[in-house]
């Protein structure tokens, strides 16, 4: 059996677009500061993201996470090293 990764944004693609980017923001608010990036690192990371082939209406497909999250804590790492620990 092929090893695949499972696209979670599928049980929101009902959402609107504006659901959705409010649905994030309420995650991303309960991320406590310490376990942040500084918001120049998160921009360059999703700018990473952005240009990556495997990212996916806000979901990456390598791993299955939305990239807003990921990029926001400061222990993620990138699956494809696009962007680092840091």
């Known amino acids: 059996m092929a090893d695949t990764a499972k696209c979670r944004r599928c049980l929101l693609r009902e959402q609107s677009p504006e659901d959705y980017r409010k649905y994030v923001e309420t995650l991303l ?4 500061p310490r376990e942040k990036v500084p918001e120049n690192v998160y921009t360059a990371r999703l700018d990473a993201c952005r240009a990556c082939d495997q990212l996916n209406g806000g979901t990456c497909m390598g791993c299955g996470c939305l990239v807003e999250l ?4 400061a222990k993620q790492t990138c699956p494809y090293r696009i962007w680092q620990n840091k």
Not at 29 to 32: E, F, G, H
Not at 70 to 73: E, P, W
């Open 70 to 73: 990921r990029a926001a804590y």
């Open 29 to 32: 608010v309960k991320i406590p």
